[in-house]
T-cell receptor, first 113, second 114 residues
């Protein structure tokens, strides 16, 4: 079991560019989550999929952030027109069900210059 | 909304010292409580959880008891090791309709010196 795989590990973008982050959840897990981690805000919930369907995106900044799960083996988080305040570690997690035990990936560190 | 407060931002101990990290929560429902640990360059990993009043969670020598009366879930370990150095997060999931969403505390950086 390779765990949750996130790529790339590091991404540097210029202000205004687009960034796409990838997540491969653990096989057989029906729940996929995205969280953002910063020094100031800590760990913040962004969005949640169950059986590939979007359930809750209440944590997503509405205008530039979007997440998809086109199949059970991967999810993407896309940030359009990146801004310096988007710099953070973006963590993907999966779970067999709900939030009882989340298995986190190692994260993608996004730096917006 | 729900919230988790960890009193200590940083804790510095020597090996074999006793550890306490304080966690208090505020939730409208009956939440499940968690402790996660995060090592450098990795995502958080679950230490243990508790879902009922007076339930004790434990793992790797760490333990915490769910106390609904004081709304607390303090993390303790009798004798820390250098390998325990990491960031520790207390978290809760709403016992109601949003039980999939974790609310995390700000984290406590534990540094253990030999």
């Amino acid at each position: 079991n390779a765990g949750v795989i996130q790529t790339p590990r590091h991404k540097v973008t210029g202000k205004g560019q687009e960034a796409t982050l990838w997540c491969e959840p653990i096989s057989g897990h029906s729940a996929v989550f995205w969280y953002r981690q910063t020094i100031v805000q800590g760990l913040e919930f962004l969005t949640y999929f169950r059986n590939q369907a979007p359930i809750d995106d209440s944590g997503m900044p509405k205008e530039r952030f979007s997440a998809q799960m086109p199949n059970q083996s991967h999810s993407t988080l896309k940030i359009q027109s990146t801004q310096p305040q988007d710099s953070a570690v973006y963590l993907c997690a999966s779970s067999p069900y709900s939030a009882e035990t989340l298995y986190f990936g190692s994260g993608t560190r996004l730096t917006v210059l | 909304g729900d919230s988790v407060t960890q009193t200590e931002g940083q804790v510095a101990l020597s090996e074999e010292d006793f550890l306490t990290i304080h966690c208090n929560y505020s939730a409208s429902g009956y939440p499940t409580l968690f402790w996660y640990v995060q090592y450098p360059g990795e995502g958080p990993q679950l230490l243990f959880r508790a879902s009922r009043d007076k339930e004790k969670g434990s793992s790797r020598g760490f333990e915490a008891t769910y106390d609904k009366g004081t709304t607390s879930f303090h993390l303790r370990k009798a004798s820390v090791q250098e390998s325990d150095s990491a960031v520790y997060y207390c978290a809760l999931s709403d016992g109601g309709g949003s039980n999939y969403k974790l609310t995390f505390g700000k984290g406590t950086l534990l540094t253990v010196t030999p």
